[in-house]
């Protein structure tokens, strides 16, 4: 294996976790049952606001509330 391509695994990889961390709350949500409306709240405010931390942790405790 060259140095490039352990390099372009190292970066799939990172990609997948991100996408993985980024559209967690969002499985989540459809795993406790919350309804369709909610569900897509979630799911739109984790893609849209996900890279600012504070969106994600909003979408994650929205998800996970009862």
Excluded at 19 to 27: K, M, R
Excluded at 48 to 60: A, N, R, V
């Amino acid at each position: 294996m060259t140095t490039q391509t352990i390099v372009f695994i190292k970066y799939i990889i990172a990609i997948l976790l991100l996408a993985f961390v980024i559209l967690l709350p969002a499985y989540l949500a459809t795993q406790t049952g919350k309804d369709k409306t909610d569900t897509t709240r979630i799911r739109i405010g984790s893609w849209l606001l996900g890279w600012t931390g504070i969106g994600w942790l909003w979408s994650l405790f929205k998800s996970t509330q009862k």
